[in-house]
């Protein structure tokens, strides 16, 4: 049993999916979210950019004393785990082996599709991941560089003919190669699924690494005895470095739901 | 004579097409160019993000001694270039002066046209300098978010269905209140050019914020005295805030030929 906090932070919105599932299957748990805001998007920059802005978005965090961070979003997940976790000495989970293993688990015919931001498709993460937990995969990558600017837009209605336009011109080869899985390698993109689900077919299984990131964590905590047992419902606070304005309309979309809870801004610079 | 070099700086890139228009009327100039490329885009970000940003650019700049300093990015040349001209004792330069003149003399129907990133639509400055130069004026303006990430993508070539689906959406209700004259309020737009123009038509004339700042900048410089009249090249200096890997073939594109110079990679945070 801890009650101490679980944070999670990504370059923007985007990271709220996975709140959103870690709410819902832990709904007693107290969470703290950092969104880069002031610095979105992550999924173009250097790898030495990227690292530097991770510390700083973890250091930030760690002045909540939480007891593990969920790093929900794919780019930093891809590029700067490693260095994370051997920085810091709480689990600090990212989404990549959650939704290797997701995948390789539901694939059958061991072809899968991932789509990602630039960083994250040229990282390897992924494919280094499957091939280990099932040697053979065949692997199909994308990188989406459009997608992250398309969501953050509300571009991902079905009938949004840019939206299905730019979606079918990256899928083409996941859906030639015949993958029968496809990871959506960002958090941003579970938005997407309608269009991209679609597109795909109903034959093809859509991999969101923010819920099995969710589930992913929750049973790391119980098998260490970490989770928060109290019961009633956890509080929820969120972090910005950019103006708050226009944050709980915004935030709404990507929980799914009406946002509740504090929103404060932030210098990250300073961490 | 004055033979200190001209500071330049935007988000990115963007802002060489600028250098392009200062380098051709001016090649005796030494140019010193910085683009915030490890905080690119600066077009959603609000307007106290936007001022601490800038005056990190200007104060990187003023590290060489310039005797002026281009402003080569709408955004902050919307939002911050009275703070910057009020800390400053050179002169600094935005965009949006240079743009409403040239738009101002060149409209016929006094009906004009602006597009540009949310926060510089947002500021409305566009519309307070030409309300100013030509009382009556009715302005159109659209914030057009997704150019930028297009321009990025490159995506900007003629027969790109998503780049000319955005495009006429967004102008539509410019082309439908009959505007004579566009301003291309963000120096990513040159790039957008062909596929608006042909959206427009030909009675359209596009002001081009880069091109018209490069010319005001040239005269401000003969009337202060200031221009660099020793005869041969000047030189160009490059500096980026995150990896200088692909700059050279991307800043070709921008620049409009081969680029040459050096580039450096610097700690932008540290201004």
């Given at each position: 049993m801890d009650t101490r906090p679980i944070g999670v932070f990504d370059s923007g919105l985007g990271g709220l999916t996975a709140v959103r599932e870690l709410a819902r299957i832990m709904p007693e748990e107290d969470l703290v979210y950092f969104g880069d805001t002031g610095r979105v998007p992550y999924g173009g920059r250097s790898r030495d950019i990227l690292v530097r802005y991770a510390r700083q978005d973890v250091a930030f965090l760690r002045t909540f004393d939480p007891k593990a961070i969920v790093i929900a979003c794919g780019t930093v997940s891809t590029t700067a785990l490693d260095v994370l976790q051997e920085e810091n000495d709480i689990p600090i989970f990212g989404v990549v082996a959650p939704a290797a293993h997701a995948a390789a688990r539901v694939t059958r015919n061991g072809r899968v599709g991932l789509i990602g931001t630039r960083a994250s498709i040229r990282s390897g993460a992924y494919e280094r991941a499957l091939d280990?937990?099932?040697?053979?995969?065949?692997?199909?990558?994308?990188?989406?560089?459009?997608?992250?600017?398309?969501?953050?837009?509300?571009?991902?209605?079905?009938?949004?003919?840019?939206?299905e336009t730019v979606v079918s011109e990256y899928l083409a080869p996941v859906r030639a190669a015949e993958a029968d899985t496809l990871i959506l390698g960002c958090t941003h993109y579970p938005l997407m699924k309608p269009i991209v689900g679609a597109y795909m077919g109903p034959g093809v299984t859509l991999v969101d690494v923010g819920e099995q990131c969710a589930r992913w964590v929750k049973r790391q905590l119980e098998l260490d005895g970490l989770r928060n047992e109290r019961p009633g419902a956890g509080r929820h606070r969120y972090y910005v470095?950019?103006?708050?304005?226009d944050f709980t309309a915004l935030a709404s979309v990507f929980l799914g739901e009406d946002m509740t809870g504090e929103v404060e801004q932030i210098d990250i610079t300073a961490y």
């Open positions: 280990h937990l099932r040697p053979g995969v065949r692997v199909t990558a994308r990188a989406c560089p459009l997608l992250v600017p398309l969501v953050e837009n509300g571009r991902f209605q079905p009938g949004d003919v840019v939206a470095s950019d103006s708050t304005e």
